[in-house]
């Protein structure tokens, strides 16, 4: 969701769904090139950037009226792309790769693209940014990597926990957190140079965190979620009345 309500979501077999009334109701809207697209982002006025592949062919995709229409490229990559961040400016930043790890940055509202320069040489899954630019990803095998430049440069780094890390987010404050299998997760406040892992004690697979700057939130396997008040150091379980495989989370008050 953008800062006017807009919302996009991306799904399978080259269709996609947009809301103009902040997700009250939704409209498909045909994009071509990628048939799966896994991660999207927004610059917060109508320009909508999407990450996926095509018959394992990388692509990203653009719509410049919130979700309406789409053009589709390949920026070269190798393997599929996973997750977009915008971090203003008109730059963007796309990582993904499958036993690789694949970063392509662009500084003209997603016109062209360039690779960066992520060495994990893991598959990178998700990626998360603050106001000054700093990035944060995370990857299987216990990847880390952090970015001061935008993205054009990464430093290597793990958390020390050893499982797969599925998302990541920050409340633009010095905190980063990261969730993974089995209700783990990790937090850094040092812009993902060093982590302190915490198990949640769910047991369940997490898959996208989410904050307002006070409450973090981590959906998960089997319709649960956990949540945390302390900044990840202790979490507490929850359940969302469905059993179906929950594999993301947003808050729009921070769009």
């Known amino acids: 969701m953008d800062s006017s ?57 653009k719509s410049a009226d919130d979700g309406l229409n789409w053009n589709s ?6 393997s599929g792309l996973r997750s977009v961040h915008y971090y203003g400016n008109q730059r963007w930043v796309v990582i993904g790769g499958t036993g690789e790890s694949l970063c392509y940055y662009s ?10 320069t992520l060495t994990t040489g893991v598959s990178a899954i998700d990626l998360a940014g603050d106001s000054s630019g700093r990035l944060v990803m995370v990857g299987v ?15 290597n780094t793990t958390t020390g926990a050893g499982i797969s890390w599925k998302a990541i987010a920050t409340d633009n404050n010095g905190r980063w957190i990261a969730v993974g299998g089995g209700g783990m997760t990790a937090h850094s406040t040092d812009g993902g140079q ?51 495989i929950l594999n993301d989370i947003t808050h729009e008050r921070l769009l």
């Open 141 to 155: 095998t216990d990847s880390v990597a952090y970015s001061t430049d935008g993205g054009l440069s990464w430093t």
């Open 5 to 61: 309500g807009k919302s996009v979501s991306v799904a399978l077999n080259q269709e996609s769904i947009h809301s103009t009334d902040g997700g009250q109701t939704w409209s498909m809207a045909p994009y071509s090139g990628a048939t799966s697209l896994t991660g999207i982002d927004s610059d917060g006025s109508g320009l909508w950037v999407a990450a996926g592949s095509a018959a394992s062919v990388p692509y990203i995709a």
């Open 194 to 244: 060093s982590w302190t892992s915490s198990d949640t004690g769910s047991g369940i697979n997490l898959n996208g965190i989410a904050t307002d700057g006070r409450l973090w939130i981590a959906v998960g396997d089997g319709g649960a979620y956990v949540y945390s008040i302390d900044g990840g150091i202790t979490w507490k379980t929850g359940m969302t009345g469905t059993a179906e």
């Open 73 to 78: 490229v390949n920026p070269g990559a190798t």
């Open 107 to 116: 500084t003209d509202s997603a016109s062209t693209w360039n690779a960066c």
